[in-house]
């Protein structure tokens, strides 16, 4: 049973809400429905995400809690005062403080993504998710000299997720390469990636883990025992140190935790913007 309901309205995708509100939650112990209002851009689509908010109130017997990154005024002004919920103004509590300081008004400009047949960083970011996903997984060898970083490690240990999130967050084009018993024998990393290892990142996993997320995928396999995991991810560290990469565990971190460390390592740039 959740505790709460959450309200994610925005003239936009919603997503620069949803993200920061989810930043502030997180410090809460709440087991929330969540809830995306995207687009709202017209008084009349406001006066339907009033209607929604305030039956759910009715409904539950409590206040929902509403993140907003509303631009328009008056779009804004029918939720302010229409709404029966807890309202959390994100572009009133920073923008309008901002612009005093500044002494300048604010483009008003809705979402992250306007205009973006203009924007050289959304080309940037849509050839970075085709390059990365012509290279998950090893699938090709062409153009590696282009990848910005190229990720291995054992079979289902973050690196397809955490490749995806580097090229749509960032912008790079990851490659991903997975580490197979025939490396091992070898005790080398793939032939394919020996000049690129500057640009190598390597992931590992604990072995108890990596047998729990085989096991859904293959349960009861070999692939997924724990023996062969424990193999498996000794040999991929030992090549790792041998080959002098730089190496995380993502057995306990979230795949921003293991974006940002890559990036600080391989793309520090990347960092600031």
Request: glycine share 6%.
């Amino acid at each position: 049973m959740h505790s709460r309901t959450i309200f994610f309205v925005s003239d936009g995708t919603g997503i620069t809400a949803e993200t920061f509100g989810n930043a502030i939650l997180a410090q809460f112990e709440l087991v929330p429905r969540r809830v995306r209002l995207p687009f709202v851009d017209t008084e009349d689509k406001a006066h339907q995400a009033v209607r929604q908010i305030n039956h759910t109130a009715e409904l539950e017997g409590r206040k929902p809690i509403v993140f907003t990154t509303l631009v328009n005024m008056e779009v804004l002004k029918v939720i302010q005062e229409g709404c029966k919920g807890m309202l959390l103004d994100m572009f009133g509590t920073f923008v309008h403080p901002l612009e005093e300081e500044l002494g300048v008004k604010s483009h008003h400009r809705v979402g992250r993504f306007s205009d973006v047949s203009r924007s050289k960083e959304y080309t940037d970011r849509i050839e970075a998710i085709n390059f990365s996903l012509a290279h998950d997984d090893g699938q090709s060898h062409r153009d590696l000299a282009g990848a910005d970083v190229i990720l291995v490690g054992v079979s289902r240990s973050g690196k397809t997720p955490t490749s995806l999130y580097l090229a749509m967050q960032h912008g790079l084009k990851a490659a991903n390469y997975p580490l197979i018993p025939e490396d091992f024998d070898r005790r080398q990393l793939p032939p394919a990636l020996m000049e690129f290892r500057k640009k190598i990142f390597g992931l590992t996993i604990s072995p108890e883990r990596l047998s729990e997320i085989r096991s859904e995928r293959r349960p009861d396999s070999r692939y997924a025992s724990l023996q062969n995991c424990r193999h498996e991810v000794a040999e991929a560290e030992a090549m790792m140190r041998r080959a002098g990469i730089r190496w995380l565990s993502t057995t306990t971190k979230s795949i921003e935790e293991i974006a940002t460390t890559i990036l600080q390592e391989l793309q520090p740039d990347r960092l600031v913007y």
